[in-house]
């Protein structure tokens, strides 16, 4: 055989030895109704010949005879056993009574794995992989042995045959399936390599490790001692999704054995543990949850109802893009919220509630009642329910112990994201607040002195590109307002800034800036305006300073202000601007007070 004719191999006879490769044949037993089809392979060589992952008491009757088809039993010199599972081994304690076997016959594998064979209490000698450079010289033909350590077996190995590129890969690419053919069809045999592997190889990691080892050989074909020979573009797009594959996990499945229906469970698991890994946008998270709900329920839409530290009920839905809102618990979710766990699961034999909810006001469906799953959102540690998921339903469903255990599954991830989007609702909030409290004065509400320098920058640098942005300044400062605290103290004091600072408010448009300046100093920045308008706006204010009515044992007693006006010049920097404006207030002081001061250049 030249080279491989799949075609051939395909069709061929599997009640006969099939020739794989050149000199290579297949001389397996098909069990009918067994996922677990066994292959042997012979390497025909002379008196050299090899017999690999010989077979069981089920299977090894055949396997022998179509050994003979090709070479008497006695050409076999070697018998690889890659590791030491019955389905491989337990044909040892027949193969040593066949007549005529080669008296130098060895089976060649692990010490780990011999340390296990030996119980067979066999007489054939042993020949260990590691103790012979991983390595079989045939005479002429050579085969490499590669270590797979804890694929299934810790002493695990498969064997390479150099002179046609076939790797002899035991239980790696092992597939389980009813319809079993001697080469895989297509890319849909990963779907019967999937479960094996979930099944029996312990980790990704460790899996990937081996492949890692695999993928360096020249590959031509893959020989599985389970399932199907794989070929071509095959062998890298099999190797590509193992890669990618949970293993081992069934180990904690319980004792459910319904392999392909925890299989697709455990990729709906894995599909939604994803979402919180890979995104970070809570609607995309939100999102992709309702894709894979589908795959599973008639689900419309998911929407979230949960409180913040302070109680404050925020409510995340597709109408809003999952942006947190404030918006109260509708009256069906009362009750749910704050649910104690125990007695939760204790009304409601599984985690959600099935129930109809009024149609969402936006939707403006009238009063129909849509089919919904209500499912409280437990943390993980604390037994109250800190939210809740209503998943809406295009109709009525009935409830599987896959539906259950799906929603199970999900309420943890829900969980996760809506805690972590509350957080970030909280730091916003948090952050609007201090930012809030930064920029203005907690007394007067006017802007603070940090707001002043940060927009004038701003503003400062959008008249030096443009002078029609003309900025001017009034300096107000209280006159004899020592002499108000000192004589009616500063709760009194107090009063009295704060009804300036409402006049000087009450005098300007919303766009101009007032900013408590210093103790019983204003600034007043105007934008767009001439000098004449400016003075014009002090004076409004200086006289209705004048006009406040002071109650108390301050009634009767009038109030006034100075103040100095600038107009800042182009380049000029913030200091120098307010060092003008100052110059001018002291102008407006020294010269008598109660009067608005501008220099002239
Ligand atoms: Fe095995
Ligand atoms: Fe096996």
Redesign the pocket.
Known sequence: MEQFDIQKISSADIDHAVEIGEKVWWVGRYMPDDLFQCNAYLIEHGDQSVLIDPGGHLTFEHVRRKVEEVVPFSSIRYFIC??Q?P??TASLKIIEKIPGLRPDAVVVTHWRARELIKHYAIKLPFREVEEHHWQLDMGGRLLLFVFTPYL??PG?FCTFDVTTGILFS??IF?GMTHEWSLVARDESYFEDIRPFHEH?MPSREILSHSLMKIEELPLKLIAP??GSILHGGLISFIIGKLKQLDCGIFALAGDNTDIRRLSFLNKTLKDITNTVIIYRDFRDIANALLEILRRTLPATSIEFHTKTLEGEPLYLAPETRYRSVVESLPEELSGVLGADRAAWYAGNAASYKKMSLQARPVQVRGDIREWCLLIPLFPLEGGRAEAAAVIRLAHDIKMTEDVDRLLGQMSGTFAIAVERETFYHMLDFERCKFYEQSIRDSLTGLYSRFYMEETLKRLMHAQDRNEKYGISMSMFDLDHFKRINDTHGHAAGDEVIKKVAATITGSIRASDIAVRYGGEEFAVFLMGNSAEECVTVAEKIRNKVKEIALDGPMSGKTLSVSAGVAMRRRNESLADFLRRADKALYHAKASGRDRVVMLED
């Open positions: 890659h590791h599972d389905d491989i299934h077996f695990a035991s239980d092992g029996y001692q389970h």
